[in-house]
């Protein structure tokens, strides 16, 4: 939750004492400083019975070009609330793009118009005293230029019967917008916490430096001490929101052995014992090894190239290619299109009840929650990791990677110098059930390779193919752009063959002169927004400990 340090009018008029609310607002924490910057003769008219008030208390515009620079120095972002198209001209010019929108605009059509004319802004919605139909008329206008609704409740205090905290749980489920909160209550610990168990993204508060002078708004704000106190609460307590995963973490693993009751020899039931192994633990380790199955992980998610994997492809859908041509595996024991049970997948469902493929319903998200739930209802010792967007992945490689595996009893099979794409990862289902156990966050598990890289207790082994063309292994096969989706059916036109299940690697090797490679330096991305270059990830692949290698040389490879 990022906690905004709102200046308002507490200032007065007086700039020296702004620069010092900025320098508080940074001491205690503050992720921005939020000020309302005005023209008082644009803002209201002269009739208005505080426009004097306003006249009196406004900060010239060079004295705000004097406090963004301050600001600058101090390295406190500043989030300016322009109250009219005067002051959003001078915030705009200085360099700012992203803005509070104060509620006294929620509904002026000139202003929104004006402010969203201006490129590449970005705003927060301030609604107090809002009702749906002004909010609506505002987000119509606005539109993607969105980053933020604000709800909070306009009376200084506000008394706690009146913060209608479970507005932000509205916004959540209507809007698809952050969320935050201006809080014009004096509580600095309970309330700021339970929007931060709320899911709040933003905290409003206001500072002062003494509540004694009376300045605008003093009732509702807070000394430096307290807004230091009540950032160090928030802090503190985040910690304890995790990341809201199900999952055991590092230092929660450990009292496995000791909480879940075994599988003990001799016992009829699962009983507390110093020996044995929880059930799923004993259960993985009686899956034949020779039971492979093929996952055929795919959703209809993808925004780079929507619907990719139902795209017309060589006699059919893409998916549904690539299904049959994977079934022509002479080692592989069974196949599923492995794919999550949202209702967003189910025109895949239905593509595959049209086909009559299998399909195996698992988490959305976390690709090895879904491996595994396939690997155990199959009773399979090994799996296959086969993506849906690879639709030339290629079944003989995998009936060469079975051997592998079971010829050194491994843990993790790849295929290495062959174009990206045609390859896959076969995971014995023992090694793949430890490994999520001790991941921090399943949910990254799309990056699955990346976990097999950094474990060093895997055994991993490979298939080195062997061919005079150099550059084979940086031809890109993977489906994630139009532009890779052009560059496949080009080679299929070369290739020339009606049926996918008919082509074979040696004709993708062959037809492969006429195609553009991946740019070495294209970006790959890992857990944790980490990147690293397309030719650094395949050498860090070839360079990894493989307990076994076999070459496999082109001249060995059959016709399909």
């Known amino acids: 939750m990022k906690i905004i340090a709102e200046s308002a009018f507490n200032h007065n008029g007086s700039y020296e004492y702004l620069v010092k609310l900025a320098k508080a607002a940074k001491d205690s924490g503050a992720d921005y400083f939020t000020v309302q910057v005005m023209d008082a003769k644009v803002f209201s008219t002269k009739d208005y019975s505080k426009y004097q008030l306003y006249i009196d208390n406004e900060i010239s515009a060079n004295n705000w070009k ?64 809002a009702t749906l139909m002004d909010i609506q008329f505002a987000l119509n206008i606005l539109k993607d230029k969105v980053e933020c609704l604000m709800t909070g409740y306009s009376n200084y205090p506000t008394e706690v019967e009146d913060l209608n905290i479970n507005v932000i749980d ?83 693993l450990k009292y496995r052995d000791v909480i879940y009751k075994k599988v003990v020899k001799g016992e009829k039931t699962l009983k507390r014992s110093d020996t044995g192994e929880d059930y799923l633990s004993h259960q993985v380790k009686t899956f034949d090894k020779t039971n492979v199955t093929i996952a055929l992980i795919a959703r209809l998610k993808s925004k780079r190239l929507p619907l990719k994997v139902l795209k017309p492809f060589c006699s059919g859908a893409l998916i549904s290619d690539l299904y049959f041509r994977l079934k022509t595996s002479k080692r592989s024991k069974s196949l599923f299109l492995a794919t999550s049970y949202l209702p967003e997948d189910h025109g895949l469902v239905d593509i595959a009840s049209e086909n009559k493929m299998k399909v195996f319903l698992g988490h959305p998200v976390s690709v090895i929650d879904r491996l595994l739930g396939q690997a155990f209802a199959n009773k399979a010792g090994a799996i296959f990791r086969v993506t849906g967007d690879n639709p030339l992945t290629d079944p003989y490689l995998m009936d060469k990677m079975i051997e592998l595996y079971l010829k050194h009893n491994l843990d993790y099979v790849r295929v290495l110098n062959v174009p990206f794409g045609v390859s896959c990862e076969l995971f014995s289902t023992k090694y793949l059930w430890k490994l999520y156990l001790k991941m921090d966050n399943p949910m990254n598990s799309e990056y699955l390779s990346w976990f097999i890289i950094n474990d060093n207790d895997c055994r991993r082994g490979a298939i080195d193919f062997q061919c005079k063309k150099k550059n084979l292994k940086y031809l890109n096969l993977s489906i994630d752009y139009p532009e890779d989706y052009a560059r496949a059916l080009k080679l299929l036109k070369a290739i020339g063959k009606k049926n996918a299940t008919e082509i074979s690697l040696k004709d993708i090797v062959d037809n492969s002169d006429s195609l553009d490679i991946e740019s070495k330096d294209k970006e790959i991305k890992l857990p944790g927004g980490v990147t690293v270059s397309f030719d650094r990830y395949l050498n860090i692949l070839a360079d990894m400990d493989y307990v076994s290698v076999e070459k496999l040389k082109y001249e060995d490879l059959p016709d399909r």
């Open 66 to 129: 004097k406090l963004f620079d301050v600001c600058k120095k101090l390295e406190l972002p500043v989030i300016p609330c322009a109250l009219d198209e005067n002051s959003f001209d001078l915030c705009y010019k200085y360099g700012f793009r992203f803005f509070k929108l104060h509620a006294t605009d929620i509904t002026n059509e000139p202003f929104l118009k004006y402010i969203t004319s201006k490129g590449n802004c970005s705003f927060i919605l301030e609604t107090q005293v």
């Open 170 to 252: 509205t916004f959540k489920k209507e809007y698809p917008y952050k969320v935050g909160y201006a809080d014009h209550s004096t509580d600095v610990e309970n309330i700021p916490l339970m929007l931060l168990a709320k899911g709040c993204d933003f905290l409003e508060k206001h500072i002062t430096l003494t509540r004694n002078n009376r300045n605008f708004d003093w009732q509702v704000s807070l000394y430096p001490e307290q807004f230091s106190q009540m950032v160090s609460s928030i802090r503190y307590y985040t910690k304890a929101l995790g990341n809201g995963v199900k999952h055991p973490s590092v230092n929660e």
